[in-house]
């Protein structure tokens, strides 16, 4: 034991920490502090797992890191404060997460993973270290010391200083005879509920937010998971949402209350998990109850479609009856046991939902006859501000136009063969959890239809075509009356095999748009970074794979704009986007394409690790998978006017509408003090959580319950600074009265993770080339929140509750 008095060692992820902490004795837990408190046991990155950087989104990896580093400050106070972010094993790091580190607070990050060419040169350049800059926007706020491993995983030569090695030792006194240094060297309704009516549902969190702190993690979100893990993740998300959902018809019910009577009324909620296969039990109900919360800071209108199996409905809400559709489901999803899948979609717009608020809608089945939908063979739908054609041979699409614009556009389903691999050598290895590796038999994606069956559906809310690709591709595309994008919903699966090799699927939309090689993807959901195709900025590109080479993570959006002119007349300088509903990988492989990867089977283990071939299986057959994808378009921001939309501001509204999209929440009510009268009398039907809608650059990213009286607030700006004249300048938000159930007394901004005051924030100067720009300072006293573009201010506030008078 003497022996390893003289090391020190650290723990990276909190998540395995918890765990054997909350089974230790007292005086190992006081041994644990000790070691923490003399610097011999360092706590570093500290999120609940050391999360991946490609395909985790930036608000769930702040979430996370929040989470990781709460408990090691209730449990090892400000000595285990990590200053070290440990990155050493993701696939590869994204300059948001360089970010995300220095606004923690972090002094440098460290990895090991990173393409072999860079790494050879930064070896030879002896650049390994460097000042790495996570966003222009923010300048010094995200500049971090950066350091890349020497040698992967292992201590470089002359560096183990293992009790097993015999290394020499590195004397760096001067004054000594051996010196040698220089040869060596989600959570807003449990705020409202808490402080609007004394009730306390924290506890409900608490499992959702571990289980997604670990699905962030880079063995998880990636899918380099073996199948049995798989299964556990989805068995501990699911159980998680469950606790979550306990008490939410507590919580709904007592914000919406009108009456001191009303807790007879109340009604179980659940959200429909399985609606993306078309079952929900509620709403196949003669008589339920749809509550929409909208967790965004402004007004928006989300289109509701749940499965039902009646043709007849009322439905009343807040401002008298609704509309609505019924529509046939995408498939019939017959091969799901346990579960009789509807075969119709009840479809209608939930309007102007409020700011972290949310409408009450009662629904219940008719005997009166209703015309329906009306099937049509016409080839355009919408209008001349919104809509889309398709061609009348091929079935597929062939145009869209938003804004008044028309695009020459189309879409298919595409495949690569997936590289068998023959051995573990690196140039023979198989396509597989870990890798993508097209067949040498499909150099370019390869059409899976040249043709498509369809059917088309006309109605006042939303017009649709029905694609059939094959028997196991299937496809909605859908416009919706006052909407600025065209929906892809896809259904893929189980794939077939194709030549007797694995297949993988891409969509495949093509313009006749110039892009000079240039495309946009996003950074974590936050930053976009530009790419061009066969070029590395940093080193000499080789094309030993010339298709995944050019793959880039997809967390939000691609985007390609129209390159070398300037000619800002309608239909010009156009930039279109494609926004996807999780993260995928993505290129443009060719000037005015764009693809995303949707699915894969592949019939051998790449050797990686994962010991097992990507062939998943679920309901006993192959794995199905459905998503959804948005293709907008709109002019550059230098061809655009003030009073007109650019068209980064179309795709940052769409992609908070999706990501952040309302949450829907179906109960049975069918019991007799479940009449429309009495819910009427005793219920409000809506709630809205702020007195004053934001600015539309600035939301709340954050909203939940921290200490007793106190809050976790995130307010961030949307914008990037060159991404639209008056949307892109900064803004102020005052907080003082700004929420309905609950007003600010005290506020302390704190870091990024919220585990320390940014007053305590200190970092060591580095010697940079990189301008500095300044940080500001905030006075609690001062409720008036300035922010900039691209930035994330956090904060605790103190509150307390407003008196809420009933009737």
Same mark, same amino acid.
Request: charged residues 20%; proline residues 3%; contains cysteine.
């Given at each position: 034991?003497?022996?390893?008095?003289?090391?020190?060692?650290?723990?990276?992820?909190?998540?395995?920490?918890?765990?054997?902490?909350?089974? *230790?004795?007292? $005086?190992?837990?006081?041994?644990?502090?000790?070691?923490?408190?003399?610097?011999?046991?360092?706590?570093v990155n500290?999120?609940?797992?050391?999360?991946?950087?490609?395909?985790?989104?930036?608000?769930?990896?702040?979430? *996370?890191?929040?989470?990781?580093?709460?408990?090691?400050?209730d449990? %090892?106070?400000?000595?285990?404060?990590?200053?070290?972010?440990?990155?050493?094993?993701?696939?590869?790091?994204?300059?948001?997460?360089?970010?995300?580190?220095?606004?923690?607070?972090?002094?440098?990050?460290?990895?090991?993973?990173?393409?072999?060419?860079?790494?050879e040169k930064?070896?030879?350049?002896?650049? /390994?270290?460097?000042?790495? *800059?996570?966003?222009?926007?923010?300048?010094?706020?995200?500049? #971090?010391?950066?350091?890349?491993?020497?040698?992967?995983?292992?201590?470089?030569? +002359?560096?183990?200083?293992?009790?097993?090695?015999?290394?020499?030792?590195?004397?760096?006194?001067?004054?000594?005879?051996?010196?040698?240094?220089?040869t060596?060297?989600?959570?807003?309704?449990t705020?409202?509920?808490?402080?609007?009516?004394?009730?306390?549902? @924290?506890?409900?969190?608490?499992?959702?937010?571990?289980?997604?702190?670990?699905?962030?993690?880079?063995?998880?979100?990636?899918?380099?998971?073996?199948?049995?893990?798989?299964?556990?993740?989805?068995?501990?998300?699911?159980?998680?949402?469950?606790?979550?959902? @306990?008490?939410?018809?507590?919580?709904?019910?007592?914000?919406?209350?009108?009456?001191?009577?009303?807790?007879?009324?109340?009604?179980?909620?659940?959200s429909?998990?399985?609606?993306?296969?078309?079952? =929900?039990?509620?709403?196949?109900?003669?008589?339920?109850?749809?509550?929409? +919360?909208?967790?965004?800071?402004r007004?928006?209108?989300?289109?509701?479609?749940?499965?039902?199996?009646?043709?007849?409905?009322?439905?009343?809400?807040?401002?008298?009856?609704?509309?609505?559709?019924?529509?046939?489901? #995408?498939?019939?999803?017959?091969?799901?046991?346990s579960?009789?899948?509807?075969?119709?979609?009840?479809?209608?717009?939930?309007?102007?939902?409020?700011?972290l608020?949310?409408?009450?809608?009662?629904?219940?089945?008719?005997?009166?006859?209703?015309?329906?939908?009306?099937?049509?063979?016409?080839?355009?739908?919408?209008?001349?501000?919104?809509?889309?054609?398709?061609?009348?041979?091929?079935?597929?699409?062939?145009?869209?136009?938003?804004?008044?614009?028309?695009?020459?556009?189309?879409?298919?389903?595409?495949?690569?063969?997936?590289?068998?691999?023959?051995?573990?050598?690196?140039?023979?290895?198989?396509?597989?959890?870990?890798?993508?590796?097209?067949?040498?038999?499909?150099?370019?994606a390869?059409?899976?239809?040249?043709?498509?069956?369809?059917?088309?559906?006309?109605?006042?809310?939303?017009?649709?075509v029905?694609?059939?690709?094959?028997?196991?591709?299937?496809?909605?595309?859908?416009?919706?009356?006052? @909407?600025? +994008?065209?929906?892809?919903?896809?259904?893929?699966?189980?794939?077939?095999?194709?030549?007797?090799?694995?297949?993988?699927?891409?969509?495949?939309?093509?313009?006749?748009?110039?892009?000079?090689?240039?495309?946009?993807?996003?950074?974590?959901?936050?930053?976009?970074?530009?790419?061009?195709?066969?070029?590395?900025?940093?080193?000499?590109?080789?094309?030993?794979e010339?298709i995944?080479?050019?793959?880039?993570?997809?967390?939000?959006?691609?985007?390609?704009?129209?390159?070398?002119?300037?000619? =800002?007349?309608?239909?010009?300088?156009?930039?279109?986007?494609?926004?996807?509903?999780r993260?995928?990988?993505?290129?443009?492989l060719?000037d005015?394409?764009?693809?995303?990867?949707?699915?894969?089977?592949?019939?051998?283990?790449?050797?990686?690790?994962?010991?097992?071939?990507?062939?998943?299986?679920?309901?006993?057959?192959?794995?199905?998978?459905?998503?959804?994808?948005? %293709?907008?378009?709109?002019?550059?921001?230098? =061809?655009?006017?003030?009073?007109?939309?650019t068209?980064?501001?179309?795709?940052?509204?769409?992609?908070?509408?999706?990501?952040?999209?309302?949450?829907?929440?179906?109960?049975?009510?069918?019991?007799?003090?479940?009449?429309?009268?009495?819910?009427?009398?005793?219920?409000?039907?809506?709630?809205?959580? %702020?007195?004053?809608?934001?600015?539309?650059?600035?939301?709340?990213?954050?909203?939940?319950?921290?200490? $007793?009286?106190?809050?976790? /607030?995130?307010?961030?700006?949307?914008?990037?600074?060159?991404?639209?004249?008056?949307?892109?300048?900064?803004?102020?938000?005052?907080?003082?009265?700004?929420?309905?159930?609950?007003?600010?007394?005290?506020?302390? $901004?704190m870091?990024?993770?919220?585990?320390?005051?940014?007053?305590?924030? $200190?970092?060591?100067?580095?010697?940079?080339?990189?301008?500095?720009?300044?940080?500001?300072?905030?006075?609690?006293?001062?409720?008036?929140?300035?922010?900039?573009?691209?930035?994330?201010?956090?904060?605790?506030?103190?509150?307390?509750?407003?008196?809420?008078?009933?009737?």
């Amino acid at each position: 034991m003497h022996i390893l008095q003289n090391f020190r060692f650290i723990q990276v992820e909190t998540a395995f920490f918890w765990q054997w902490w909350q089974d *230790q004795t007292e $005086e190992t837990k006081e041994i644990t502090r000790q070691l923490v408190n003399s610097g011999r046991l360092e706590i570093v990155n500290a999120a609940w797992s050391m999360n991946d950087e490609a395909a985790a989104h930036y608000h769930s990896i702040i979430d *996370q890191f929040t989470w990781g580093l709460k408990r090691i400050n209730d449990t %090892l106070g400000k000595c285990g404060r990590p200053k070290i972010g440990w990155q050493i094993d993701p696939f590869g790091h994204s300059k948001e997460m360089a970010s995300i580190f220095s606004q923690i607070g972090y002094e440098g990050v460290f990895f090991a993973r990173l393409d072999y060419r860079d790494n050879e040169k930064r070896h030879i350049n002896k650049d /390994l270290e460097l000042i790495w *800059q996570g966003s222009s926007d923010l300048g010094n706020l995200s500049n #971090i010391f950066t350091g890349v491993l020497y040698d992967f995983y292992t201590a470089p030569a +002359y560096f183990c200083w293992d009790v097993l090695c015999g290394d020499r030792p590195v004397i760096d006194n001067e004054k000594s005879s051996d010196y040698n240094v220089d040869t060596v060297v989600m959570k807003q309704t449990t705020s409202f509920a808490k402080y609007g009516h004394k009730l306390n549902f @924290e506890n409900n969190l608490t499992p959702l937010k571990e289980v997604m702190g670990i699905m962030q993690h880079h063995d998880a979100i990636t899918g380099t998971e073996k199948q049995h893990v798989v299964q556990d993740y989805v068995r501990l998300l699911t159980a998680a949402v469950n606790v979550a959902e @306990e008490d939410i018809d507590s919580i709904i019910l007592n914000i919406l209350k009108k009456t001191d009577d009303a807790d007879d009324v109340k009604i179980k909620f659940s959200s429909c998990l399985m609606a993306n296969v078309s079952h =929900c039990k509620e709403s196949n109900l003669d008589r339920f109850t749809v509550v929409v +919360y909208n967790p965004l800071s402004r007004y928006v209108n989300h289109y509701v479609r749940l499965p039902v199996n009646g043709d007849s409905y009322t439905i009343v809400g807040p401002d008298g009856n609704i509309n609505y559709e019924i529509l046939p489901t #995408i498939a019939d999803f017959s091969y799901v046991d346990s579960i009789t899948p509807s075969k119709k979609e009840l479809v209608f717009v939930a309007e102007n939902l409020p700011p972290l608020g949310l409408k009450y809608f009662y629904i219940q089945k008719s005997k009166s006859t209703r015309k329906k939908y009306k099937t049509v063979k016409q080839t355009q739908f919408g209008n001349n501000n919104c809509g889309f054609t398709i061609d009348e041979v091929t079935g597929l699409l062939s145009s869209a136009t938003l804004n008044g614009v028309t695009l020459e556009i189309s879409q298919n389903f595409m495949f690569y063969n997936g590289a068998n691999g023959t051995n573990k050598e690196e140039t023979f290895r198989a396509s597989g959890a870990y890798i993508f590796r097209p067949a040498t038999t499909t150099p370019k994606a390869l059409s899976l239809a040249n043709s498509v069956t369809y059917t088309a559906y006309i109605t006042d809310i939303v017009e649709e075509v029905h694609q059939v690709f094959n028997n196991w591709i299937r496809q909605i595309i859908r416009v919706y009356k006052n @909407e600025n +994008y065209i929906e892809f919903d896809w259904l893929v699966g189980p794939i077939a095999l194709i030549n007797d090799l694995g297949v993988e699927v891409v969509t495949q939309f093509v313009t006749k748009r110039l892009s000079n090689g240039v495309f946009y993807t996003d950074s974590n959901g936050k930053q976009m970074v530009k790419r061009i195709r066969n070029f590395r900025e940093m080193y000499t590109y080789t094309d030993e794979e010339p298709i995944s080479g050019n793959y880039y993570p997809i967390t939000s959006n691609i985007v390609l704009k129209d390159g070398g002119s300037d000619d =800002c007349s309608p239909g010009k300088n156009l930039e279109i986007a494609i926004l996807n509903d999780r993260a995928q990988g993505g290129s443009s492989l060719e000037d005015g394409q764009m693809e995303l990867m949707v699915h894969r089977r592949l019939l051998n283990d790449d050797a990686f690790g994962v010991g097992e071939p990507l062939n998943e299986i679920e309901f006993n057959k192959g794995v199905v998978v459905r998503g959804q994808h948005y %293709l907008t378009f709109g002019q550059k921001n230098s =061809c655009s006017k003030n009073s007109v939309k650019t068209a980064a501001t179309n795709r940052r509204d769409i992609a908070q509408r999706k990501l952040l999209s309302p949450w829907v929440f179906v109960g049975d009510a069918t019991s007799n003090k479940h009449t429309l009268e009495n819910l009427q009398a005793k219920l409000n039907f809506e709630f809205s959580g %702020l007195v004053n809608v934001l600015p539309n650059n600035v939301q709340i990213l954050t909203l939940e319950p921290w200490t $007793e009286n106190k809050l976790l /607030l995130r307010l961030e700006h949307i914008f990037s600074k060159d991404e639209d004249n008056v949307l892109s300048q900064p803004a102020t938000v005052n907080i003082r009265n700004l929420f309905t159930l609950f007003n600010v007394v005290n506020i302390e $901004e704190m870091s990024l993770a919220a585990h320390m005051p940014k007053a305590e924030i $200190e970092k060591m100067p580095w010697n940079s080339v990189i301008p500095e720009t300044l940080s500001r300072k905030f006075r609690s006293a001062d409720l008036n929140i300035h922010i900039m573009p691209m930035e994330i201010r956090t904060f605790i506030v103190e509150v307390v509750a407003k008196t809420r008078n009933l009737v």
